[in-house]
């Protein structure tokens, strides 16, 4: 008898969870329509009523949408917010940017957005397997192609805009009105050069009421009225350039101190520090020339992502010999070469003009379809 009363009360407990079991599905549906339905949109309330007496259910998206804030955060950035549209050229009217306006992009920058440091990304060989006359040739073709067409520009020695550069213009700068310094911003430019090629670039910046550094190791007219290198109270009047003994390094030192303003004891220094000594963000005009540094200086400015800071940039390119600790075959020269000016561009620099210097020879090579050096105007898109 006790076993029988133990085996029922076994299976009166077990037909009870049963039924509450069964319950529960029933009791949790009907709360989900109570609840959470009159909340849906009456769109998205797919099958909460019941038609023809048959149970309904709802279907509830968990996807996020975006917030009036965030659709308006990705409108700040003209570049950004239009980075996955078809891929225009710049179109210019009347000095303003049109709406929707782009520049090409690779298919590397459209990967990284933000600019940064970034190591340098060694390109593909031009052909099949190494080959100097592929290689120069895609070197050339890059170089000699501007990116973005400018309806108005300042050339050299210049300090008003025209609409079209003489045919002999060396250098120009892109003169779109939301490429230039706002009347209310300090406009700051920065000149490296030790032949006295800079006199126009220092002419038209100064004109323009920049404040000026003129760098030049050889010079004798260094900041402050006495030889030295010295930056400490030298903040630059607006349109007189401030001259300094001091030359662009580009090898990242191991172990270097925070750099101050004015505390700069090298003759020699990275243009990340010259900036923090002398109090400055940003660099809205550079011109430099340094006699085949600058694929290394280049390098430099890629990888610690100071290009960030640079609005317009004028460069002299070498190519007569491989440069300053580049080594290699004459095509992983080339190669190089070609990496560094990729890697300017995904940085956001776009080849505004180009012009060819004299001589056709590169790496010690008789090149005629090829100059020993070019200058390079290029524009920072992504400001």
Known sequence: MRICMRWCGRGGLSIRSGLLLLLIPPFLLALQLLV????????????????????????????????????????????LAEEKEEETG??????????????????????????GPRPLE?????????????????????????????????????????????ASTVWMLCAEEWLLPAADTPCVAYSFSMDGGDADFLKTVSGLECEVHSFDPSTSNASGGHLGNSLASNRGNGGVASQHKMWLEWRARRKRKQKTRGNLISVSQTLADIMAALGHHTVHFLYV?????????????????????????????????AGF???????????????????????????????????????????????????????????
């Open 90 to 115: 710049v179109e210019v009217e009347d000095g303003k940017r049109m709406e929707g306006a782009r520049v090409y992009e690779d298919e590397n920058e459209m990967n990284s957005l933000l600019v």
């Open 289 to 321: 020339d340094l006699f085949s540094a600058e694929w290394r200086v280049f390098q430099n400015w890629i990888e610690s992502g100071t290009l960030h800071s640079v609005h317009h940039l004028v460069a002299a390119v070498h190519l007569q010999w």
């Open 325 to 383: 600790e580049v080594g290699g075959t004459d095509e992983e020269v080339l190669r190089y070469w070609f990496s560094v000016l990729q890697g300017l561009q995904a940085s956001g620099l776009k080849l505004v003009h180009s012009s060819a210097g004299e001589g056709h020879s590169v790496l010690k090579q008789t090149t005629p379809n090829a100059y020993s050096s070019y200058t390079l105007s290029w524009v920072n898109m992504r400001h």
């Open 122 to 166: 060694l390109q593909p060989w031009a052909a099949d397997k190494p080959s100097f006359s592929a290689e120069l040739n895609r070197l050339v073709t890059y170089i000699t192609r501007p990116q973005v067409n400018c309806s108005r520009v300042l050339s050299p020695g210049l300090t008003q805009t025209s609409q079209l550069p003489a």
């Open 36 to 79: 959470v339905g009159p909340r849906l949109p009456r769109a998205a309330r797919v099958g909460v009523e019941e038609q023809d007496g048959a149970v309904s259910f709802s279907v509830i998206s968990i996807e996020p949408e975006r917030s009036s804030r965030q659709r308006g955060a990705l409108s700040r950035r003209p570049d």
